[in-house]
């Protein structure tokens, strides 16, 4: 592909790497300007830059390089300089001798120590799920394309095997050649207020949590598949054990921590292989402050996500819209999941 | 009644050996050919059945509600002796309670196969759901056990003891332990037993009709996404149905152990009233299935009528006409209507077995066809019939019950034995 032989192919842009490197130079921001912007000092920012660039190619040690800037940045920063965790400490694959690490302690810990303490909740009662929020659903019909891209991304996200799919878009036409129209419905799991799953569960395996998200406890569940006969949606599926490893190498190695339970490798004989899986909302993308994968990735912007409970929030306001709607509203199972018509 | 009067304790078992070897050889095959399936299933999960996440329910749940109706069925015949004092079902009412036991053993099989995590089936008695009608059913089964289990007890406690009393060796010891050492033969003894056996036959016809057997269709029934299911009349086709297997599985029985295990004159009498309650179970039946399906068609219910549709015309429609229809209904109310062909035990046993099959085709009508509608507009229509696997290992698991069935009639005093002169004192 290189064009430097002067092979030209059509449509190929014909560029040599200079000029791909000239491109890179003219978008690179000047650093001096940009460090101008904070009040730390530039000087030191740009030769600290550069000499990190050289611990990059080698041609200086990471203990020289804190040997040599660790007073200064000291001075520069002051007491937040050791309140922040060096990510060259303790990090799991830590690139500096001992000596230097212990000179550049940091008074609040390591940087995986801080990072673990944070993502720990303080009240006992914590956890997935324990939120205050309700969690709600609403997918604009009117802007939903039938692309299906949020079937794919949730089947990226979930790491969902052959055969399950946590959400579906039904497609429907109407009416007669020329005179029809196509509706189509995307279809998660509703997690439904009154869950007929729930009620139908022999072992309590599958339950609602305080934030409205139905949850199914894998390490529970017999695989009695009671609860799918009992869901008037088809929200539910069987994991049969099939894998995409003949389609992708590797398949398997990871998988999603549906409800926060990180299960490792997906494993013969291990759950939720003869568990029954649903949509979980995306939970755990829900608990780290991020919308669920369909919901990102909708490119007609149909889908939103939000707080039922409270009133001012988009997905409250939609849901109470004239155009709002459930499905099977007469099953009474109070779906969490409303549709604008 | 019986042609030569075995002393008791002696000539339980098949009158003849070629038969008993061949008979076991048949159970060996079933088990032999179940055990290849049932490996199948163990390694390769629930991908060796035809289900799916649309069909989540086949041929295993089929065959597991088969046996609690079956077992239902002979445990309500059994107490027709025990409560109400039938004349003539002395004969059959223990023999009944048997049944209903290895029946509901097997059923036990069945639904533990179907389940996807079999090393999870204790989990249902360590967690709990209140409203789950399976919770119920589940609970509801360990008391029904313990309902058939002490009243086959009492039914057979004295004969336990005389058999005790005339053998040696390990059989003595197994009788003895059997009558869990309560070995009086008196007149009093045996009155205490029948009087308990009442009792606790009382208390298990609630049980059996109101949670074993009618809980069985309840369990259906509540799931109203299936509005087919969704009926108050669906347990009472259970019960019903359970009634009509249980009777006709009893009238074989009976016919055939007098002839190839007693070796005893059979009672025509009694396989007369037998095929005539046959009769008014069938029409009970048909009566009730006709109810439901005028219902759902009167009220334009047209989920329930499409389903009606996919069971008269749809792929599998000839389990309707030919098993439910046929085997169940119409063949044998032919053979049983003329009096004197069904005094005729072959002929009685034709038409017990033609229900015993065809009542088979009415449970994967009950179980399959509601599965094949989608919930929703827009889903895809499921399809189902059983793999090899499913099929091999339910004949497997059909022949445990054979051969635990057969190992009681070979040991147990199943038919009362003849009253002795030494015990009427």
Redesign the interface.
Known sequence: MSSADGDVFPGVPNVGREELDAMVDAETPDPREELAKVDADTDLGIEMAEDAKRVSRGELSADDYWAKHDTAAAAEFGDAYRETPNPAVDAGDQTISTDTAESLQCTVGSINSVAAETARTDDGEGGIGAGDEKWGMVIDLQKCVGCDSCTVACKAENRTPPGVSYNVVMEEEHGEFPNTTRTNVPKPCMQCENPPCVQVCPVSATYKMDDGVVNIDYDRCIGCRYCMIACPYGSRHFDFGESYDDEVDEAGEITSPEYGVDRGKREENKSPIGNVRKCSYCTHRLERGEEPACVETCIGDARNMGDLDDPDSEVAEMADSDRAFQLKEDEGTDPNMYYLK | MATHTPPAGADLGFESDRLRRVWYGFIAVLLAAGAVALYVRLTQ???STN????V??GAWVAFYIYFVGLSAGAFLVSTLDTVFGLPGLDRISRDALFVSLVSMAVALLF?WV????MD??F??F????F?????WE?HAYVLYMGVIGSSLYFSMRADLARLADHSSGLRERVYTLLTLHRDETTAAAERVDRRWLKRIGIAGIPLSLFFVVGGEGV?FA?????PYWNSGLFPVIFVVSALLAGTAFMLLLYVLRTRLLDGATIDRDLVDRMGTLLIGLIIADIAITAIELLISVVSFHAEVIETWQVIMFGEMSWSFWWFMIGAAWVFPLVLLTNESWRRQPSVAVVAALSIAMGVVGVRFNLVVPA?IL??????PHGSYFPTAVEWVSSFGIMGVGLLLYTIGAEILPLTPLPEPESDTQ
Do not use: H, N
């Not at chain 2, 289900?51 to 649309?54: F, K, M, P, V, Y």
């Not at chain 2, 409203?131 to 919770?135: H, K, P, V, W």
């Not at chain 2, 509540?222 to 299936?226: D, F, I, L």
């Open positions: 999960g629930l991908t289900l799916t996440s649309i989540p329910w639904i179907d389940l996807g995590r999870r089936m989990f249902p360590i967690w709990r759901q409203s789950s009608a399976l919770s589940i369990l509540v799931a109203s996404a299936r599965q989608p919930v929703l507009e827009g889903l």
